[in-house]
C-alpha cells in the first residue's frame, strides 16, 4: 500500500482546520494540525511533512517568517490559505518561497483538488495510481471513482456530476444515516443554508436512474423517515 500523504493545516481558528481536515481525510490524507505559528514550525522541522497548509496571520509567529524558516531548511510543498488576497500580498508569499496561495474565503473542493495538483507535481505519484484504481463494488453496482462512471449489472449509467457526487458520497459509508443538512454542506458546499428539497430531488432522480436497469440497486439508497437517507446494501 502506498503511504498516505502526511499534510500540516495551520490555522488559528478551529472552524477552519475542522474544516480542511475533514476534507482531507475524506480524500485519503494523514492530517496533522497547528493552531499557531511556533508551533507549525516545530512541527515543520521535526515531522515527515508532505504538504503545509499555512494561514498567514498568526499568532506567536506570522505565517510569512513560518515560511521563510521552513524554506531555509526544507523544500515541503506549502500552500498559503489566507484572506489578504492583494496582488502584492500574493507576490510576496511567492517571494518567501509558496508553492501555492489560496485566498480566503474558499471552496474545501477546489483546496483539495489543489493539493492534489501540488503533491503530484513534488514527487508523490504512486499515492495517486493507487488512487486512480480506486472502486466501489457492490452486488450488481460498481462506481469508478476517478473516471467518474458507474455501472449497473455491467451497464453505464449516465449521472450528472451532483448525482454521481451524492452516490459516491454515500456509497462510501454504507450503513451511516446522513442528514439533508449534512448532505447539502458535503455534497454541495452549502455551509450554512440551502434548499433541503434540492437533495430530495437528486435522490429521487438518481433512484430512477439506477432503477431502470436494476429495482434491487435503487432500493440500495434509503430514506430514513424524519433524517434523510443512507446507503443500505440489502441482498
Not at 506567536?60 to 490559505?81: K, N
Not at 477546489?110 to 492534489?116: A, D, G, H, N, S
Not at 454542506?185 to 452549502?190: E, S
Request: with cysteine; aromatic share 8%; charged share 30%.
Amino acid at each position: 500500500m502506498p503511504h498516505k500523504p502526511r499534510i500540516l493545516i495551520v490555522d488559528d481558528e478551529e472552524r477552519i482546520r475542522r474544516l480542511v481536515r475533514m476534507y482531507m481525510e475524506r480524500s485519503g490524507f494523514e492530517v496533522l494540525e497547528a493552531e499557531n505559528g511556533k508551533d507549525a514550525l516545530d512541527i515543520a522541522l521535526i515531522e515527515p511533512l508532505s504538504l503545509i497548509i499555512l494561514d498567514l496571520m498568526l499568532p506567536e509567529m506570522d505565517g510569512r517568517d513560518v515560511c521563510a524558516q521552513i524554506r531555509q531548511h526544507a523544500e515541503t510543498p506549502i500552500m498559503m490559505l489566507t484572506a489578504a488576497g492583494d496582488e502584492m500580498s500574493r507576490v510576496h508569499g511567492f517571494e518567501l518561497g509558496a508553492d501555492d496561495y489560496v485566498v480566503k474565503p474558499f471552496s474545501p473542493r477546489e483546496l483539495v483538488m489543489r493539493v492534489k495538483a501540488l503533491l503530484k507535481r513534488s514527487g508523490e505519484t504512486e499515492f495517486f495510481r493507487a488512487d486512480m484504481q480506486q472502486s466501489l463494488a457492490f452486488p450488481g453496482l460498481v462506481i469508478h471513482i476517478e473516471s467518474r462512471r458507474v455501472e449497473v449489472d455491467k451497464e453505464d449509467v449516465s449521472l450528472t456530476p451532483k448525482e454521481f457526487d451524492l452516490l459516491v458520497y454515500m456509497a462510501q459509508r454504507p450503513d451511516k444515516v446522513f442528514s439533508r443538512e449534512e448532505l447539502l454542506r458535503d455534497v454541495w458546499n452549502y455551509q450554512f443554508y440551502g434548499d433541503q428539497r434540492t437533495v430530495d430531488t437528486h435522490v429521487k432522480r438518481l433512484r430512477e436512474k439506477l432503477g431502470q436497469i436494476s429495482e434491487p440497486v435503487s432500493h440500495y439508497i434509503v430514506t430514513v423517515w424524519g433524517v434523510g437517507y443512507k446507503f443500505e446494501v440489502t441482498n
